[in-house]
């Protein structure tokens, strides 16, 4: 097995800043797109695939959702990562001269205000590091990139402002997946467990299949719905929970869940990171 780790995006990505983080001995390797990256692992390629799945200001990562079930692969880890956007621009740039900001739409998203302050044009690109290099290659004194400090170094550019998210509070939480599973062990501290699931259908199946985690005390801490194979009636649900499955309280839960799904299958029991506490 390599000794990579896999991100979407290329060098200087939060993605790729977050492999460091983690992984410093793992050498990282860049990805056009999500599935890409699930694939290196699935392949051979890389040991870990390092993916970010919601931001505490735009929400959750367009796609994802929907990747995970289809990469069979397993849930190792979380990771809570600070997000600190700069302005970056060709040496001897200044915020006057910008005319247009590339960067990717969640990026975008996080600094809008920002850019409107400054009547600053926004360009999506596919990633914040893509930009970065982009606007290096162009330049042009009129184009800008949101993207990390790392960036800016990787490409030789300069930053005109540092943090410029509209919150203070941004923050990505990442997955990291392998292809084999890795869970923690009962009573290792505190844990999460991911799980995938698809009800019965039959009525009031998604509110009986939940119920177990309310009666069991059980804290449900994500939920996300979306189709699967084209049909309307499908509906697959991505869900995260407080807990180890071996758990007296967390095992009547998830067998409640079994009993009115048609499938259920558990991704990954993980430590939970300390971030959760703060």
Same mark, same amino acid.
């Given at each position: 097995?390599?000794?990579?780790i896999? +991100?979407?995006?290329?060098?200087?990505?939060?993605?790729?800043?977050?492999?460091?983080?983690?992984?410093?001995?793992?050498?990282?390797?860049?990805?056009?797109? +999500?599935?890409?990256?699930?694939?290196?692992?699935?392949?051979?390629?890389?040991?870990?695939?390092?993916?970010?799945?919601?931001?505490?200001?735009? /929400? &959750?990562?367009?796609?994802? *959702? *929907?990747?995970?079930?289809?990469? %069979?692969? !397993?849930?190792?880890?979380?990771?809570?990562?600070?997000?600190?956007?700069?302005?970056?621009?060709?040496?001897?740039?200044?915020?006057?001269?910008?005319?247009?900001?590339?960067?990717?739409?969640?990026?975008?998203?996080?600094? &809008?205000?920002f850019?409107?302050?400054?009547?600053?044009?926004?360009?999506t690109?596919?990633?914040?590091?893509?930009?970065?290099?982009?606007?290096?290659?162009?330049?042009? #004194?009129?184009?800008?990139?949101?993207?990390?400090?790392?960036? /800016?170094?990787?490409?030789?550019?300069? $930053?005109?402002?540092?943090?410029? $998210?509209?919150?203070? *509070? %941004?923050?990505?939480? !990442?997955?990291?997946?392998?292809?084999?599973?890795q869970? $923690?062990?009962?009573?290792? @501290?505190?844990?999460v467990?991911?799980?995938? +699931?698809?009800? &019965?259908?039959?009525?009031?199946?998604?509110? #009986?299949?939940?119920?177990?985690?309310?009666?069991?005390?059980? %804290?449900?801490? #994500?939920?996300?719905?979306?189709?699967?194979?084209? $049909? +309307?009636?499908?509906?697959?649900?991505?869900?995260?929970?407080? @807990?180890?499955?071996?758990? *007296?309280?967390? #095992?009547?839960?998830?067998?409640?869940?079994?009993f009115?799904?048609?499938m259920?299958?558990?991704?990954?029991?993980?430590?939970?990171?300390?971030?959760?506490?703060?």
């Amino acid at each position: 097995m390599a000794k990579r780790i896999s +991100f979407q995006g290329e060098l200087g990505a939060n993605s790729h800043i977050a492999c460091r983080k983690l992984y410093p001995e793992l050498e990282p390797l860049p990805c056009p797109t +999500f599935e890409d990256a699930f694939a290196a692992v699935s392949d051979g390629e890389a040991l870990y695939a390092m993916i970010p799945i919601e931001n505490s200001i735009a /929400g &959750r990562v367009a796609d994802v *959702h *929907h990747l995970i079930p289809e990469s %069979n692969l !397993f849930v190792i880890g979380e990771h809570f990562m600070p997000i600190r956007y700069n302005l970056l621009a060709v040496k001897g740039a200044t915020l006057d001269d910008l005319k247009s900001v590339r960067s990717h739409i969640q990026t975008l998203g996080q600094c &809008r205000r920002f850019l409107r302050t400054h009547n600053i044009a926004p360009h999506t690109t596919a990633d914040n590091a893509g930009a970065a290099r982009e606007v290096s290659q162009l330049g042009d #004194k009129s184009q800008g990139a949101l993207a990390t400090a790392l960036a /800016g170094e990787i490409y030789g550019l300069e $930053a005109l402002k540092t943090d410029v $998210a509209d919150e203070g *509070h %941004n923050t990505t939480r !990442f997955l990291i997946f392998s292809k084999t599973p890795q869970d $923690a062990e009962l009573g290792d @501290g505190p844990c999460v467990t991911s799980f995938v +699931f698809r009800v &019965r259908n039959i009525p009031a199946a998604l509110y #009986k299949a939940l119920g177990g985690f309310a009666t069991n005390g059980v %804290n449900m801490t #994500k939920l996300e719905s979306y189709l699967e194979g084209g $049909a +309307f009636s499908a509906a697959m649900f991505f869900a995260e929970i407080e @807990g180890h499955p071996d758990e *007296h309280n967390v #095992k009547l839960a998830l067998e409640e869940l079994t009993f009115f799904s048609a499938m259920v299958k558990v991704l990954g029991v993980y430590p939970a990171d300390p971030f959760r506490g703060t």
